[in-house]
């Protein structure tokens, strides 16, 4: 009874919530540059789940359920021919840009109808904008003014500044740029303006026609692809970051003998970065290598901003998977430095006190996230008995937080719990 109640959790948990592997461009591609049937699986990580409960085994509950597509989709074949892939992707960014997922991602970041000049001016002699900077795609792009261009009217009427904070120094650049596109706030997308312009010291008469803002993002997504024998990354197909201003992002591929590994991560908005690490005799090392000799693991690196999520895979298992689900090792942010039992994680994040304060501190640990050692690494230093008397109002109840760690497992799994073995007074973080 119990194995068939275990059954009917795990259908919960991976039917209808798994990924759902869907006709694409990726598979498409591949599979014709490529003469062997695809594998497609996911990596899952720690932002992979919900907390929805779906199920309880005994008076276990189970309380995981996969979030549809998040996590590193793997496309794993043989024989790709890497000409032909590359000839597929650059085709690709050049006719099929703004896909249906592509749009929908950037009406979320920009109001595409709004209009680009693209033009970021200074002040010259108190009085005209001169264009320092054009952004590509961008209206002031199109029309052909170039950086170094005077404006000196537009319709007919000067254009002069009046904003005492614009100047011809290069550090009041936004101070001019705010005042310039507010004088351009009555005209449209598909309005003409005429201008006229001194370029090296000559008037020139230019028409510029007020361009979607949609162009000038596009523009600066980038086609190109780092595709060569150093750098295993290719420009994705689709997976756009959008953090001040919208970018393609780099995917992965790996060869291992005949076999290639495509790596595809969509978990967080700023973009991931996958390490091989390689065994050197009894040492891991990380290794990026566009053809792996001898893999160890797969890292699997995502940024949030503040803090880096890193996941573990054993190489083995994705070359032998069988799963259309393979579950990674979630390992501490930060920085890793890797050995063989045990790794180092430096700058990981946490928090001073229950009423927050962010820190980053450095410390070792197990394959299990248990804490074997923190370490004194920044130049912010502080008394142990201080740190852990500040964390909560209530200290009767961190040291009974603390005893209850150290009680139900081998090693502390919490910085608290590490610190009250800490083996110096002090412990200096940054």
Same mark, same amino acid.
């Given at each position: 009874?119990?194995?068939?109640?275990?059954?009917?959790?795990?259908?919960?948990?991976?039917?209808?919530?798994?990924?759902?592997?869907?006709?694409?461009?990726?598979?498409?591609?591949?599979?014709?540059?490529?003469?062997?049937?695809?594998?497609?699986?996911?990596?899952?990580?720690?932002?992979?789940?919900?907390?929805?409960?779906?199920?309880?085994?005994?008076?276990?509950?189970?309380?995981?359920?996969?979030?549809?597509?998040?996590?590193?989709?793997?496309?794993?074949?043989?024989?790709?021919?890497?000409?032909?892939?590359?000839?597929?992707?650059?085709?690709?960014?050049?006719?099929?840009?703004?896909?249906?997922?592509?749009?929908?991602?950037?009406?979320?970041?920009?109001?595409?109808?709004?209009?680009?000049?693209?033009?970021?001016?200074?002040?010259?002699?108190?009085?005209?904008?001169?264009?320092?900077?054009?952004?590509?795609?961008?209206?002031?792009?199109?029309?052909?003014?170039?950086?170094?261009?005077?404006?000196?009217?537009?319709?007919?009427?000067?254009?002069?500044?009046?904003?005492?904070?614009?100047?011809?120094?290069?550090?009041?650049?936004?101070?001019?740029?705010?005042?310039?596109?507010?004088?351009?706030?009555?005209?449209?997308?598909?309005?003409?303006?005429?201008?006229?312009?001194?370029?090296?010291?000559?008037?020139?008469?230019?028409?510029?026609?007020?361009?979607?803002?949609? =162009?000038?993002?596009?523009?600066?997504?980038?086609?190109?692809? %780092?595709? &060569? /024998? !150093? $750098?295993?990354?290719?420009? *994705? @197909?689709?997976?756009?970051?959008?953090?001040?201003?919208?970018?393609?992002?780099?995917?992965?591929?790996?060869?291992?003998?005949?076999?290639?590994?495509?790596?595809?991560?969509?978990?967080?908005?700023?973009?991931?970065?996958?390490?091989?690490?390689?065994?050197?005799?009894?040492?891991?090392?990380?290794?990026?290598?566009?053809?792996?000799?001898?893999?160890?693991?797969?890292?699997?690196?995502?940024?949030?901003?503040?803090?880096? =999520?890193?996941?573990?895979?054993?190489?083995?298992?994705?070359? %032998?998977? &069988? /799963? !259309? $689900?393979?579950?990674?090792? *979630? @390992?501490?942010?930060?920085?890793?430095?890797?050995?063989?039992?045990?790794?180092?994680?430096?700058?990981?994040?946490?928090?001073?006190?229950?009423?927050?304060?962010?820190?980053?501190?450095?410390?070792?640990?197990?394959?299990?996230?248990?804490?074997?050692?923190?370490?004194?690494?920044?130049?912010?230093?502080?008394?142990?008995?201080?740190?852990?008397?500040?964390?909560?109002?209530?200290?009767?109840?961190?040291?009974?937080?603390?005893?209850?760690?150290?009680?139900?497992?081998?090693?502390?799994?919490?910085?608290?719990?590490?610190?009250?073995?800490?083996?110096?007074?002090?412990?200096?973080?940054?």
């Amino acid at each position: 009874m119990r194995k068939l109640l275990t059954i009917l959790v795990l259908g919960l948990l991976f039917s209808g919530s798994g990924y759902a592997e869907e006709e694409n461009f990726y598979k498409k591609y591949l599979s014709e540059c490529s003469n062997s049937p695809i594998k497609t699986f996911l990596i899952t990580d720690r932002s992979s789940f919900s907390s929805k409960l779906v199920g309880e085994i005994g008076n276990q509950k189970i309380e995981k359920e996969l979030i549809k597509d998040k996590g590193t989709l793997v496309y794993s074949g043989k024989n790709l021919d890497k000409n032909c892939l590359k000839q597929k992707f650059t085709e690709h960014h050049k006719s099929k840009i703004l896909t249906k997922n592509l749009e929908n991602k950037l009406n979320k970041n920009y109001n595409l109808s709004k209009k680009s000049l693209g033009i970021f001016p200074t002040k010259i002699h108190n009085k005209n904008f001169k264009i320092h900077f054009i952004r590509e795609g961008s209206s002031a792009y199109k029309s052909n003014l170039r950086v170094g261009d005077t404006i000196l009217t537009y319709n007919g009427i000067g254009l002069i500044s009046d904003d005492k904070e614009c100047t011809d120094n290069i550090d009041d650049i936004y101070n001019c740029f705010y005042e310039f596109e507010k004088i351009f706030e009555q005209f449209n997308v598909g309005d003409k303006i005429d201008l006229q312009v001194i370029r090296n010291n000559k008037s020139k008469n230019i028409v510029l026609e007020i361009s979607p803002i949609k =162009d000038r993002v596009i523009a600066s997504l980038g086609w190109s692809e %780092n595709f &060569n /024998n !150093s $750098i295993p990354k290719i420009k *994705s @197909l689709e997976n756009i970051v959008c953090v001040e201003g919208c970018k393609l992002i780099d995917d992965y591929i790996y060869f291992y003998k005949n076999n290639y590994l495509y790596f595809y991560n969509n978990t967080h908005s700023y973009g991931y970065d996958i390490n091989i690490l390689e065994r050197d005799n009894n040492k891991i090392v990380k290794s990026n290598k566009w053809d792996l000799n001898n893999p160890h693991s797969i890292l699997i690196s995502q940024s949030t901003g503040t803090y880096t =999520d890193n996941t573990l895979v054993e190489f083995d298992k994705i070359i %032998n998977a &069988n /799963n !259309s $689900i393979i579950n990674g090792l *979630s @390992l501490m942010d930060g920085k890793l430095e890797f050995h063989n039992n045990y790794y180092i994680a430096k700058g990981k994040k946490s928090y001073l006190s229950t009423g927050g304060g962010a820190f980053w501190f450095d410390a070792v640990f197990n394959y299990k996230n248990e804490y074997i050692e923190l370490l004194n690494t920044g130049s912010d230093c502080y008394k142990v008995n201080e740190l852990i008397k500040g964390y909560d109002k209530d200290l009767n109840k961190t040291k009974k937080e603390i005893k209850k760690n150290l009680s139900e497992n081998k090693n502390p799994t919490s910085w608290l719990a590490a610190l009250s073995k800490h083996k110096k007074d002090e412990w200096c973080i940054n």
